[in-house]
RNA sequence: GGAGGGGUGCCCGAGUGGUUAAAGGGGACGGGCUGUAAACCCGUUAGCUAUGCUUACAUUGGUUCGAAUCCAAUCCCCUCCA
């Protein structure tokens, strides 16, 4: 099975400039070839994990990929795929996001190969540029009437929202940095999301004018779970991979919550499992989904966040759910008894974070939606007394059916 | 520089002097059904020491018994013209 072959099974290929010739340079060479990253948040998504995901695969296959950290063109804004321009972030909170989500490189990628990864950073050549220089050298290979016709432009133009000439010139820059790119590291191939296909494809044709050398672009299909909506980002928090913006355990759940109808797409884009194996489960006639998904969880979680971490995180899983909250591994508070103070049980919910306020905790008790010892409690003024602990001083509180927590009797 | 339109809760969006903590939708959360899925049904969705109080319709000030709603100034956004 070649790369491009794996890939396509795979279902990481939406479009590619040239299928037929990469897949012969990458049969005759090793090659180098590139994703970017911005640095609007302070960790990557799993909205990235594809991107991170065909590194992985390509450097199996002892091709080199560099990590474009876009430390420059974030100062820019993409414009692609937005309906607003987003506010400009400063140049501190820029280096500061840069820092942190390039961590989970390391995680992903293997340091240790002749064919490591290349770190860059768009800064560096980006914040040096002559405005003359670079309009005579580059901006003299874009047409306006060509701009005009990219999706990202023409998108906003037809909705008659504004464009600024900064975001416009976003196109320019990233075109440059695979220019760069390529004469640094003859980088041979950019890999990006379907929303960067312009984007790419005006790098290919800006290296064609400028050396007349022949390079490729390939795009991921947008990642959408099953009811197409765009996966990663919800209102409340995105699927972090950074462990310090979302604990391994709330990671295994994400994976073991997919739709029936993702689990096998998923399995196939996000674990190493062979691709033979996935199609065998897939054929099997008495398949039992649920053991699938728990399949997916592990491998996904082993891989960011070690087996231990996936162990632990089945093991909790297993106690929350088929036990109803018997395991050691849950969230817990202490509290101390005091004769003059009442301690409130919506006071302990928000204490551990599962509520913002002690109203939004009252509400959630008066909907019967927390039990305490797996009893329900209709009181939503509820005080902790002696006799609602048990023999090891703990209470077990269950807010919802998934979450719960444990408040330890301190002496 | 000129003309016009607009800024409402997590998001979209209705409301143009009083029963407005603000319709409707989305999202989120809880309950029911279930498989920790989907679909569907019900409820909740500003805070608090809670039959009350406080804060809230861009900001500040004003008119009024009473303002998201009227007036003034300021800030921001958009469209068109030059």
């Known amino acids: 099975m070649t790369l491009l072959e794996e890939l396509e099974l795979r279902g990481f290929i939406h479009q590619c400039t040239d299928s037929d010739k990469l897949d012969s340079t990458l049969k005759e060479e090793l090659i180098t070839f590139y994703i970017g ?70 995680i992903y990628l293997d340091n240790t190969l002749k064919n490591k990864p290349i770190y860059s950073n768009n800064a560096d050549w980006l914040e040096n540029i002559n405005y003359i220089n670079f309009l005579r050298d580059y901006g003299k290979h874009f047409t306006i009437n060509k701009m005009l016709s990219f999706d990202s432009v023409k998108l906003r133009l037809d909705r008659e929202q504004s464009l600024s ?34 984007n790419i494809v005006n790098g290919i044709d800006l290296i064609r004018r400028d050396s007349s050398k022949e390079v490729y672009g390939l795009t991921t299909p947008l ?58 489960l897939e054929d099997k006639k008495d398949l039992d989904i649920n053991s699938i ?60 974070g599962f509520t913002s306020s002690k109203s939004e905790a009252r509400k959630l008790i008066k909907n019967s939606g927390v039990k305490i010892n797996r009893v329900l409690v209709s009181d939503e003024l509820k005080t902790l007394s002696i006799n609602d602990f048990d023999n090891n001083k703990e209470l077990l509180v269950s807010v919802g059916k998934k979450k719960h927590f444990i408040i330890k009797l301190l002496d």
């Open 37 to 106: 990253f911005d640095c609007t948040a302070k960790s990557l998504h799993v909205g990235s994990l594809m991107q991170i995901m065909m590194m992985r695969i390509f450097q199996k296959y002892g091709h080199t990929p560099i990590v474009l950290i876009g430390e420059g063109t974030t100062k820019i804004g993409d414009p692609s795929g937005k309906d607003q321009s987003r506010k400009m972030l400063s140049s501190e909170d820029i280096k500061l996001n840069s820092k942190n989500l390039t961590k989970v490189f390391d």
């Open 293 to 352: 998904k728990v399949l997916l969880a592990n491998a996904a979680t082993e891989m960011l966040h070690g087996k231990d971490n996936a162990i632990l995180s089945e093991k909790t899983a297993n106690d929350v759910f088929k036990n109803e909250g018997s395991s050691k591994n849950l969230p817990s508070i202490n509290v101390k008894f005091d004769k003059n103070i009442d301690i409130y049980l919506n006071e302990q919910i928000v204490g551990v």
């Open 165 to 198: 000439f900064v975001e416009f010139n976003y196109m320019i820059l990233q075109a440059y940095d695979y220019l760069e790119l390529h004469n640094r590291h003859n980088c041979k191939l950019q890999i990006g999301g379907s929303d960067q296909w312009g």
């Open 223 to 280: 990642l959408t779970n099953a009811k197409n909506e765009k996966m990663g980002k919800t209102v409340d928090g995105a699927v972090w991979l950074n462990e310090d913006m979302l604990t391994p355990y709330d990671y295994w759940q994400f994976w073991r919550n997919v739709d029936d109808r993702d689990v096998f797409r998923f399995l196939k884009l996000f674990t190493d499992i062979d691709i033979a194996e996935i199609n065998d």
